[in-house]
């Protein structure tokens, strides 16, 4: 076994541990921290693949600036002193949908790509250099690109909708 193998293994382990702590843990701050470690880790990935342009802008964005953010929101919102507003139906309904959209999701991945099997090759291959990316990225994958945009604009939004604290939800 080589180190980079060695090296895939642990920051997988430390990959997938961190992420469960993050969903598990009661502590909204700690699920923070927790996933904070989970970037870091997907960043190690990244140099693996010899990615380090995408390694280096995901500690930046998410780790720094991003998880910095959350950090401040949570902080400021007082989460323990808000009313819990989803019913039992509403919940039960979006984990419905969650469940079966990650399902839809698992099966298009598996059936539409057959390269997935292929083993992955470590510090080998150029495509997470700068230049090849930005070719990709307003090329092949325009669309994908374009629509990631759109979630974001949703997901700050959302953001929005949720900092506006309503009287019936604050004691």
Known sequence: MEITEILFYVLSGLTVLSALLMV????????????????FCISGHYILLNA?????????????AIMVLFLFVVMLMNLNHEKKTFGKATKLLAASLTCILFVALTVGILTSQPA???????????????NNLGQLLYSEYVLPFELSSILFISAMIGAVILSKKDDELVN
Not at 52 to 64: D, S
Request: hydrophobic residues 55%; proline residues 0%.
């Open 52 to 64: 380090q342009f995408l390694a280096i802008v995901n500690i930046i964005v998410y780790a720094g």
């Open 116 to 130: 997935a099997n292929q083993g992955v090759q470590l510090f080998e291959g150029e495509i997470g250099l700068i």
């Open 24 to 39: 598990f843990s009661k502590s909204a701050v700690h699920s923070i921290l927790y996933l904070i470690i989970t970037f």
